[in-house]
């Protein structure tokens, strides 16, 4: 049987935050059920602590499959799941994070809609909404919006790492490692701009949220506090940046 869509949740050091997170996973996949849509539900634990470890093989888990990694990085972590999964799509939920009840219907479907257009796209939610140690609201931009310029990638990344794109994407477009005591960080935004420079389309859903745990200490604060970039890319070379995702 075709499967629509891999949830992937991974974890690290996290345990009681990710009750809330878990219960959210488990709504909006029964939301995709629900919409007639096929779900595999997978729980990557990377490096994990014991305690993270033995929190996630309580038997309320269970009806979600488990893999222990070592990777100890968001990029390859990704890298090395994403062959294993058995989706047209992918999305990912970091196990201290939330989202709304509809993102992965609404998400695929757009995803569908945009295939049927001959597009090749990458869905992201509406809103951003961080909690915890910081409260925010950021509203993603669509590409197509006039609001959206290559040039502010110079600057800020549009979108979370929390997409939901087709595994294909993830194939074709692998993460690069990250190398936070260099500098070196923020390996969404290379997808990104990779992806875009690639012909993908990224689309905004609308009507949907993804909760960001914003915690003192992460790899955000981290690569942040050392004023991490992202890598040179030939994308945004000053001369090619105003052709990036106009494809």
């Not at 997978?42 to 309320?60: G, K």
């Not at 090749?120 to 931009?141: C, G, K, M, S, T």
Request: with cysteine; aromatic share 8%.
């Amino acid at each position: 049987m075709t499967v629509d869509l891999t949830l992937v949740v991974t974890a690290h050091d996290e345990t009681a935050v990710s009750g809330p997170t878990m219960t959210s996973a488990d709504r909006a996949v029964a939301a995709a059920r629900d919409a007639g849509i096929t779900v595999q539900t997978l729980v990557v634990l990377d490096a994990p602590t014991t305690e993270t470890r033995a929190y996630f093989e309580q038997p309320r888990f269970d009806h979600w499959e488990r893999r222990v990694l070592d990777q100890a990085d968001l990029g390859r972590v990704r890298n090395e799941v994403i062959p294993a999964t058995e989706g047209r799509y992918v999305a990912f939920l970091d196990a201290d994070d939330l989202f709304s009840r509809n993102w992965l219907a609404a998400g695929v479907q757009a995803l569908d809609a945009a295939a049927e257009r001959g597009e090749r796209a990458i869905a992201h939610p509406e809103l951003n909404v961080v909690f915890d140690a910081q409260r925010d609201v950021v509203l993603n931009v669509d590409q197509r919006s006039p609001l959206f310029s290559p040039h502010y990638l110079y600057f800020r990344h549009y979108y979370d790492s929390l997409c939901l794109a087709p595994r294909e994407a993830h194939l074709t477009t692998p993460y690069t490692p990250r190398d936070v005591p260099r500098g070196l960080s923020f390996q969404d935004f290379q997808f990104t701009i990779e992806t875009l420079d690639a012909g993908w389309r990224h689309l905004v859903v609308p009507d949907t949220i993804i909760f960001k745990r914003r915690r003192d200490f992460s790899l955000v604060t981290q690569s942040t506090g050392r004023k991490s970039v992202v890598r040179s890319l030939p994308a945004m070379a000053i001369d090619r940046v105003r052709d990036l995702g106009r494809g």
